[in-house]
T-cell receptor
Framework: AQTVTQSQPEMSVQEAETVTLSCTYDTSENNYYLFWYKQPPSRQMILVIRQEAYKQQNATENRFSVNFQKAAKSFSLKISDSQLGDTAMYFCALATSSNTGKLIFGQGTTLQVKP | ETGVTQTPRHLVMGMTNKKSLKCEQHLGHNAMYWYKQSAKKPLELMFVYSLEERVENNSVPSRFSPECPNSSHLFLHLHTLQPEDSALYLC????????????FGQGTRLTVV
């Protein structure tokens, strides 16, 4: 069975600071994708970043980067220079080929960026 | 705006009512999904459609009935719901049903009274 665990229900960070959100997952497959999605108060889930398991290089999207540790099954999200608009719930998700591509989500981490 | 539109945004219904949630995408995607988001729980996948065929039903009670008449539209028909069915229902679509980015709608906040 595939699982995704986010152990930090809530976090806060000062504007312009850096914050790291944790995610661990479990799968027996070698071929899978990992995602971070953001859900702001408007409720619309938006993709933040995507990592392919066969790529060793960590994905980066502007202020967002991941630390992908395949052996440890860890996939943390680092947000640099935090902005007020980053306030949202963040979900880590896993997709595997054997699961017909469905996204398996973690419980989510609520991030509050403080001015 | 991600290109996936859900209506209505809010819905209050009694336990004996019949209602439908609608999802529409014009992104050319061939896979569509229904998710349920309850407070303090991970998102739960309910149904997956690929090329208008249901490929997954995640042990969802029969009071939830999906319909995918074409690749751009997805419905969730509701009847005789329970108060515990109150949740945010999210629709998503993707180019194919493996590994690509899923685009989500803004959801329908459903309250069953």
């Amino acid at each position: 069975a595939q699982t995704v665990t986010q152990s930090q229900p809530e976090m806060s960070v000062q504007e312009a600071e850096t914050v790291t959100l944790s995610c661990t997952y479990d799968t027996s497959e070698n071929n899978y994708y990992l995602f971070w999605y953001k859900q702001p108060p408007s409720r619309q889930m938006i993709l933040v970043i995507r990592q392919e398991a066969y790529k060793q290089q960590n994905a980066t999207e502007n202020r967002f980067s991941v630390n992908f540790q395949k052996a440890a099954k860890s996939f943390s999200l680092k947000i640099s220079d935090s902005q007020l608009g980053d306030t949202a719930m963040y979900f880590c998700a896993l997709a595997t080929s054997s699961n017909t591509g469905k996204l398996i989500f973690g419980q989510g981490t609520t991030l509050q960026v403080k001015p | 705006e991600t290109g996936v539109t859900q209506t209505p945004r809010h819905l209050v219904m009694g336990m004996t009512n019949k209602k439908s949630l609608k999802c529409e995408q014009h992104l050319g995607h061939n896979a569509m999904y229904w998710y349920k988001q309850s407070a303090k729980k991970p998102l739960e996948l309910m149904f997956v459609y690929s090329l208008e065929e249901r490929v997954e039903n995640n042990s969802v009670p029969s009071r939830f009935s999906p319909e995918c008449p074409n690749s751009s539209h997805l419905f969730l028909h509701l009847h005789t719901l329970q108060p515990e069915d109150s949740a945010l229902y999210l629709c998503a679509s993707s180019q194919d049903n493996w590994g690509t980015e899923a685009f989500f709608g803004q959801g329908t906040r459903l309250t069953v009274v």
